[in-house]
């Protein structure tokens, strides 16, 4: 099947078509941050040029696990910055810190260094207004929920009045509509993660986190994953931040790749795919992809 | 490479699932014949399971009937025949003393039940009750019921009331080992979906912790109603009740040398077990079925 969106099969539901951004055919709703601060930066900005256009910024974070023997460094100094409407990833080695990172933008943890912020506003507050979507490794769906359910659980949980229309548009655009109804146990490992995602966006978030989403996955239905990432990511206009392990995922996926290094995470290297989304599948069989991969591997060894 | 290619695409294409990721499509009522069938794999049909425990229920008493048919531990042991005999010959009497055995459990069943549904909702709330509870359940199941029985016996009068805190108090272990399971259980995952939309520990238990907690409460119900028939039983025998009970009933026939009356007492204590145990699992049958 095609993942690429149709023009107006994934505007925004409930209403018309928001005043944001169009990347070829899709409709781009405009980010909740940016409507809410519409002064702060020309909303028209493309996520791959961002130049003064509002920004997710890490500058210079640093965080540490409290243990006996004192703080545990898990991110030192870590510093970059993301489009808003863009999408970065965080390449690094296993338990270099990539997680602990996400949590720190997510509000979950608090920097012991350094500043975060969406277009001016702190992690903290963001995670208070729920805008932060998070999909989790585990999709840690609820086993005694429906699929819409579970993709309701943010609502409830956060005591928000049900949005049944923007629900019923997530199950649209992660193919999930005909499995509205059914249980996590009679999904796939990749419909599971959907639902995941989807539920990550229930909120409509500013900002979506993904760790490492796709990691228990074959291949073949993790691409497919991927092509859907991009494709959503682009219809909600959320300004998304991923872990990975995969340099072709990451390739695939990011405007912005930010190459870590081992614990404490460090930025040894940031790399910026200049390739519009909608072309990606085309990149992924080019020369060009092989070449850019190669360069975050060398990156990564660098790094270690 | 151009932004649109992407518009190329046609709509419906859009909306058919994934071939890698969804499954094929099927019928409708497929899919729930052929997820029944994936669980199946690794469980047994219900004929099987159905088969399996009655080949479990008979093997016990055609064991028992095997024994004492062998004589080889004595006039002492009566066969299942000969006890079900006694248990029919003798009903109004052991009936009449297994009245207030059965009431006592009842009775420390539903306190221990309101325990169960206070402790469970308080531990979720106040998460640092769990080592204390911890604790409880450690010291109170070191304490030998027998030998407590006598002395509470001091505190208490001899009769219902003496027995039902018994049958609590032995029923308690499980209880708290269940309720510390639970904060366990309630608690995962909130430290990430729960605190991402700031949601409060009630609120969190509401809508995922209490569900999470659904095997523990399952198993827990299940240690719990039976160990307070035994703890009920238990105090009989120590003197806690002043002349009925089933427990009673056991001891005097012991002292007295009726073994068809020991066994018909023992048969009908394992039957109310056993009746206790289903009774446990059928309340809480919806709730596993909701969260399988």
Known sequence: ?304 | MTATATTAAPTAATAAPTPASVPAPVPAGGATTRSRLATGAARPTLPVRVLVAAAAIVALPALWAALAATGWLGPGLIGPADTIRALHDQWSMIWWNARPTLTATVLGAAILLGVTAVGVIAVAVVPALTPALGGTSVVVGSLPLIALTPALALVITRGQTLVTTVTVLSGLVPVAAMIAGTAQAAARGRDELGALYSAGRLRWWWHVGFWNSVPVIDLGLRAMLPACFVGTIVAEWSGATGTRGLGQVMVNALFSYQPEVLWAALLLAALAALALFGLAAGLMLPLRRRTR
């Open chain 1, 1 to 304: 099947m095609s993942l690429a969106s149709p023009a107006a099969g994934h505007t925004q539901a409930g209403g018309p078509a928001a005043p944001g951004e169009q990347q070829g055919s899709v409709v781009v709703p405009e980010p909740r941050s940016m409507r809410s601060d519409a002064a702060a930066g020309p909303a028209q900005a493309s996520p791959g040029e961002s130049g003064a256009g509002p920004v997710l910024r890490v500058d210079g974070v640093s965080f540490g696990y409290p243990g006996r023997r004192g703080a545990l460094a898990a991110v030192d100094n870590v510093s970059f910055t993301l489009p808003v409407g863009g999408l970065g990833v965080l390449v690094g080695p296993s338990g270099c810190g990539k997680s602990t990172l996400l949590r720190l933008v997510a509000g979950l943890l608090e920097p012991t260094a350094g500043t975060i912020d969406l277009a001016g506003v702190a992690p903290a507050r963001l995670r208070r207004d729920r805008r932060v979507g998070f999909a989790f490794q585990d999709p840690g769906l609820l086993s005694w929920r429906s699929v819409r359910r579970n993709i309701e659980l943010p609502f409830d949980l956060a005591r928000l009045p049900k949005d049944s229309a923007w629900v019923d548009h997530l199950l649209e655009i992660t193919n999930l509509a005909d499995w509205a109804n059914r249980r996590p146990r009679e999904l796939s490992g990749g419909m599971r993660q959907r639902v995941a995602l989807a539920r990550a966006l229930a909120t409509r978030p500013d900002v979506l986190l993904l760790d490492e989403p796709f990691g228990a996955l074959d291949e073949i239905t993790r691409a497919d994953l991927n092509f859907e990432l991009l494709r959503i990511v682009a219809d909600t206009g959320t300004t998304c931040l991923l872990v990975t392990h995969s340099v072709d995922e990451a390739v695939l996926l990011a405007d912005t790749v930010v190459v870590l290094g081992p614990r404490p995470c460090r930025v040894h290297a940031t790399h910026t795919v200049d390739v519009p989304r909608g072309d990606r599948r085309e990149l992924r069989d080019s020369a060009e992809f092989a070449a850019r991969c190669r360069e975050i591997r060398s990156a990564l060894e660098a790094a270690r």
